[in-house]
């Protein structure tokens, strides 16, 4: 099994802590791993994209031209990752702000509106674990108890008792993604 | 020697125990190593894409462990003259900068090399030239091989390419920087040292008494017992024939480190009828354009030197009879390419294939160079 992954929106959305958190997840499940960021000057304010890689074999390249998977967390991402992602791959968008909407038919489309759902019910902390949800109710790549082991292993003891959030989070994000076409 | 048996060592003691791999940035690695292997000191100024090195150290705190010092200092040059003074007393001591800043370091990395001091450098490069761009860039490699600094000297090269040999190689560059007295430098580039992947950590080695570093290093300046003569550290000799003299003894030293020291990895080379060659980021994503090549049923292999000084001439070398060509791959306009071509000097096609100022290749970009300038 190998799922190559862009996560890509706003820097603050927490979109490089969820790669981290799958990342986590994946290393649970004894599989390689790498979590490559972008870190140029795009985070301040601008668009943050992270390549998460899991795999049952050695990872060559941390860069890639295509992924299997695209989550896009706002429009200049969906512009720039859409036409990247691989025939039959996975894109998952969240339209809060968009005014361009997907348009390829030879990828599987998912909308999961949870900026909208984490304004209204007061979970915008754990924004980013309702988009991971969403992404493993339509690609189960990693199994939602290995997910909560990575959060221990990565979370410092102090914020443990976090975890039921968290767990709540991806609950929510399986319900509310709904696939377009 | 291929993958050298001392890092298959390090690799196969390694329990895959899950409790010991860690997910960790390749910056963050290194921090972990340097204190792992009893590093008596770091002299750092903050510069991306690098700053993680000093940021773990003064979140490990080693002073209150270990005892090593971690020092913010004012600048690049006041690091590597501080590395100079802690080296010369016999002390395992490093620094770390991305490119702007290990430019400006160069006059006292040529001084540590002809005092013969141990010590590590670590470039995280990023895109140049001046102060250019945050980015990863492979384009040091001239200044890092050939002597950044002035006069005959060479700097033990490594080139990571992975998270693991961030950690594997900080403390191998100090065995052979005590091993050779020379200064050691790990070269590595933004993508290594940003990204995340499994690690496992060295195991911990206490830090040396100062009765156990005057024993190993003789030459350290620790304070004169009555029984010796005075250690005098210098790279000063204004009479010509002494001087040629120092010079001779380090070129003896490094024909000893080319015999001994040459590191590589080989990727799908036994029938290969191109081969790429390929250091750090640019081997990772090479190594993606080999398997696509090969689904494609191009036969290509990877040659990753490990060690960029000193150089895998002879196993380069070697292909030069086997294949119809050869492809570098680097992010430069074309550095370690001179030295492929004059290892096999004419035998073989050498191609290259690079891109520029912080931009990293595509697995198929590579493929399609592969495809365009030699099959």
């Given at each position: 099994m190998k799922e190559e992954i862009i996560i890509a929106g706003f820097g603050g959305q927490g979109v490089l802590s969820m790669g981290k958190i799958l990342a986590y997840s994946g290393l649970m499940q004894g599989q390689e791993v790498s979590w490559m960021p972008s870190y140029g000057p795009e985070q301040r304010g601008g668009t943050a994209n992270v390549t998460v890689i899991l795999s049952d074999e050695r990872i060559s390249s941390p860069v890639l031209n295509s992924y299997d998977t695209a989550i896009v967390l706002n429009q200049p991402s969906l512009d720039k990752f859409e036409s990247k992602v691989k025939p039959g791959g996975t894109l998952i968008f969240d339209?809060?702000?968009?005014h361009r909407f997907p348009t390829r038919t030879d990828i599987n489309i998912y909308q999961i509106d949870a900026i909208e759902y984490a304004y209204a019910n007061d979970t915008t902390k754990t924004f980013n674990m309702i988009i991971l949800g969403g992404l493993l109710k339509v690609r189960p790549i990693v199994l939602i108890e290995n997910v909560l082991k990575g959060l221990k292993k990565s979370l410092p003891e102090r914020h443990h008792h976090l975890i039921p959030m968290n767990e709540k989070a991806i609950q929510t994000g399986m319900e509310l993604i709904k696939k377009l076409n | 020697m291929s993958y050298d048996l001392k890092l298959k060592e390090m690799n196969d003691s390694k329990k895959q125990n899950i409790d010991e791999v860690v997910l960790m940035k390749g910056n963050e690695a290194i921090a972990h190593a340097a204190v792992r292997c009893g590093c008596d000191g770091y002299f750092g100024y903050p510069i991306t894409p690098q700053s993680e090195i000093m940021e773990t150290l003064m979140e490990l705190e080693p002073w209150n462990t270990t005892g090593m010092v971690v020092l913010q200092v004012e600048s690049e040059t006041s690091s590597i003259n501080m590395v100079y003074g802690a080296a010369g007393c016999g002390k395992k001591s490093m620094t770390s900068s991305s490119s702007p800043g290990v430019s400006l370091m160069q006059e006292g990395i040529s001084y540590i090399a002809c005092g013969e001091l141990p010590c590590l450098i670590v470039n995280v490069m990023r895109g140049g030239?001046?102060?250019?761009?945050?980015q990863p860039s492979q384009a040091d490699y001239f200044q890092s091989v050939k002597g950044g600094g002035h006069g005959d000297y060479k700097l033990i090269t490594l080139a990571p390419a992975s998270v693991q040999e961030m950690a594997d190689f900080t403390v191998l560059g100090f065995d052979l920087a005590f091993k050779y007295n020379t200064p050691a430098l790990l070269l590595a580039d933004g993508v290594i040292g940003q990204m995340m992947e499994k690690v496992v950590l060295p195991p911990f080695q206490p830090r040396l008494t100062d009765e156990e570093i005057a024993k190993r290093s003789p030459w350290a300046t620790v304070g004169k017992p009555a029984t010796r003569k005075p250690n005098i550290i210098t790279t000063l000799s204004l009479e010509a024939e002494e001087m040629e003299t120092i010079n001779l003894r380090l070129q003896a030293k490094y024909r000893e480190i080319e015999k001994n020291e040459v590191l590589f990895e080989e990727y799908d080379c036994e029938d290969a009828e191109y081969l790429v060659v390929a250091f750090g980021t640019s081997a990772r994503v090479s190594q993606k354009a080999v398997e696509m090549a090969r689904a494609e049923g191009i036969k290509a292999g990877l040659l990753r030197p490990i060690t960029l000084y000193p150089f895998p001439t002879n196993a380069i070398s070697n292909y030069a009879d086997k294949v119809k060509g050869i492809l570098t791959v680097e992010m430069s306009a074309g550095q370690m390419v001179e030295d492929v071509r004059l290892a096999v000097n004419g035998r073989v096609p050498v191609e290259f294939y690079g891109r520029l100022g912080g931009i990293v290749p595509s697995p198929d970009e590579v493929l399609n160079a592969l495809k365009t300038k030699l099959v």
């Open positions: 339209s809060n702000g968009f | 030239p001046g102060l250019g761009t945050i």
